[in-house]
């Protein structure tokens, strides 16, 4: 393994994060302070993520890594090849093959199993942060399950845009108990973490904290009942192959504000053009001048 | 009145250093009265009310609430949890700056719903009727319900701030200087607000003034304190128009020179 200890972290550390894990598990959407390591990447390139995925790994999994729904992406890259290098296991694109996958800012639009684990990378943990600042008092609110000022929040939003104007890390309420940030995963992806078959981790490296949801697992997003959670996506079809249920990129094809909507999970995108699905592959000609949107259902992260 | 006692305390005693701040202090509360703590600056009032309300811990002492159900808890050994539960429903504190207790970055509306949002309701609509509702109750136009305290005035913050205590009709609020610190006229509107609300609520206040005036319009009862020490108690009409204690004595014709 070239000098390195499998998966790069010594054992005394990953015995740490098991610990921590375990700990997370037994407390869904708990918030679990770990001594985060350094690590060879910088801060923002999930090394929260990959200090649990490192924890978790064994040497008969298969790793997928996604940034942004994508495999190719330089980050989700140099991540498949570190565990690659440190730990020799085998890696895919595949979400079907992946035993763990390690993802920022997406969940797979293939529903996810029993016997695999999805790890998030988180770079704020803290639901509350925004509405408070001191980390006593928001452990504190957890504690006491004090919420009030959340539900605030989207009364304010409701109040100002008629509606919730979260579109990315929409808090969610785990197990009827904890308020909890999923990562800045689109609200697309929100109905997804309920209950979900596999296991969910999620790792904030420069905040060291953990927390996890076990398998099958209520996982509500925060609404009112006469402003029931919604989703949104583009109104449109993928470009590629067709589907009209999955999140869509918007990718500008070229300088005269031509657009194309695409899967942003490439690989769901390409299992279905393999079985056939295929669309229309034409740019959209924007009518709205260039600049107004840049992603998929008109959200910004 | 020979009911039961919303709330008491008992020989409640603390000390800040030297500084005798409560010395063998006892008050009783009964349902919908208004109870007014006098005295000079530096007596200790502002000391009682929090060792009342469970925010501050006496060397000494204890004090007893009676919850809807008739049960009796001793505040000062109530579980966190449970003592947070009781300022959010059937508490409320009002504070002498408004800005201590409203979120001046959330709308007028919200800033109201937010107790009811806190004791479960999830319904928008309900929620935004009834801090109409109380923006009403208060005199605050409905059509305001969007704006941000930061556009009100020091009466319309104080009021706001009330309109925020009540919407979880609390049995029982703690008032520290509710009209200090602003102009005379709008004291009085806001003095005739508080009156006529807790009447028509039959809220239980423990009201804090150095100002005797305010006493003698809102209270049934007064405790007049001095260093620490419960001087002189009794009904407020009785206490101000005839006081037995030579301080209370100093302090009422030091209101009649002014
Ligand atoms: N936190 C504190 N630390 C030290 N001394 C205090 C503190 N709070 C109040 N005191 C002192 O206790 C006495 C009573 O204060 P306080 O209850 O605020 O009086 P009042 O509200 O009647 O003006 C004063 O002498 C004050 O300086
Ligand atoms: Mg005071």
């Known amino acids: 393994m070239n000098g390195y200890n499998f998966a790069y972290l010594d054992e005394q550390t990953k015995r740490m994060i098991r610990r921590a894990l375990l700990k997370a598990v037994a407390i869904p959407g708990h ?89 998030y990378q988180v770079p704020q943990p803290e639901p509350l942060f925004k509405l408070e600042s001191s980390r006593a008092e928001t452990r504190r609110m957890h504690a006491l399950a004090e919420y009030g000022a959340m539900h605030v929040r989207l009364y304010e939003d409701i109040t100002r845009f008629g509606q919730v104007a979260i579109s990315y890390d929409y808090p969610v309420m785990v197990g009827g108990r904890f308020l909890m940030a999923p990562s800045p995963i689109p609200a697309f992806d929100n109905p997804k973490m309920h209950m979900m078959p596999a296991l969910q981790l999620f790792g904030a490296g420069r905040e060291k ?40 990129d918007e990718v500008v094809t070229d300088d005269r504000g031509g657009r194309m909507f695409v899967c942003s999970d490439t690989d769901h995108c390409e299992t279905r053009q393999e079985a056939g699905h295929a669309g229309t592959g034409e740019a959209l000609v924007r009518e709205a001048p260039v600049g107004s949107a840049a992603r998929g259902g008109g959200m910004k992260p | 009145m020979t009911d039961e006692t919303l709330l008491s305390a008992r020989d409640l005693s603390l000390h800040f250093g030297k500084i005798p701040a409560l010395v063998g202090v006892d008050a009783d509360l009964w349902p919908g009265e208004v109870l007014a703590v006098v005295g000079e600056s530096g007596s200790g009032k502002t000391t009682l009310l929090n060792v009342l309300s469970g925010r501050m811990r006496a060397d000494a002492g204890a004090v007893w609430y009676r919850d809807p159900a008739r049960r009796l808890h001793d505040v000062h050994a109530m579980p966190a949890p449970a003592l947070r539960a009781l300022h959010r429903s059937d508490w409320g504190f009002v504070h002498q700056n408004p ?69 979880t009709h609390p049995r029982l609020v703690f008032m520290d200087e509710p009209t200090g610190g602003l102009d005379v006229s709008v004291q009085a509107r806001l003095l005739d607000l508080i009156r006529s609300l807790v009447a028509r609520l039959n809220i239980a206040v423990v009201l804090v003034t150095h100002d005797l005036a305010v006493a003698r319009l809102l209270a049934h009862r007064i405790m007049v304190m001095q260093r620490g020490v419960v001087v002189e108690t009794g009904l407020t009409d009785q206490v101000l128009d005839d006081p037995q204690h030579a301080y209370t004595q100093l302090l009422v014709s030091s209101v009649l020179q002014a």
């Open chain 2, 99 to 167: 800005r201590d207790n409203l979120r001046m970055a959330v709308s007028a509306g919200g800033n109201v719903g937010e107790r009811l949002m806190a004791a479960g309701n999830r319904h928008y609509g309900n929620i935004r009727a009834e801090a109409i509702d109380w923006l009403t109750q208060v005199e605050i136009d409905a059509d305001r319900v969007d704006d941000m305290p930061r556009t009100f005035s020091g009466g319309m913050l104080q009021r706001l701030q009330i309109a925020r205590t009540l919407v």
């Open chain 1, 31 to 119: 918030q679990v302070p770990f001594g985060s390591r350094e690590m060879p990447l910088p801060y923002g390139w999930g090394t929260g993520g990959i200090q649990v995925t490192a924890s978790v790994l064994g040497a008969d999994d298969t790793l997928k890594v996604i940034d942004q729904g994508a495999d190719d992406t330089t980050n989700a890259v140099s991540i498949r090849r570190f565990f690659a290098r440190t730990a020799g296991v085998a890696t895919t694109t595949d979400t079907e093959q992946a035993t763990i996958i390690q993802t920022r800012h997406r969940i797979p639009e293939k529903k996810l199993r029993e016997d695999q684990i999805i790890v």
């Open chain 1, 209 to 248: 904290r953990i927390y996890a949801i076990p398998p099958y697992t209520e996982v509500r997003s925060l609404d009112f009942e006469d402003h029931p959670f919604r989703t949104t996506r583009a109104p449109h079809r993928c470009a590629l192959c067709n589907a009209d249920n999955s999140y869509l």
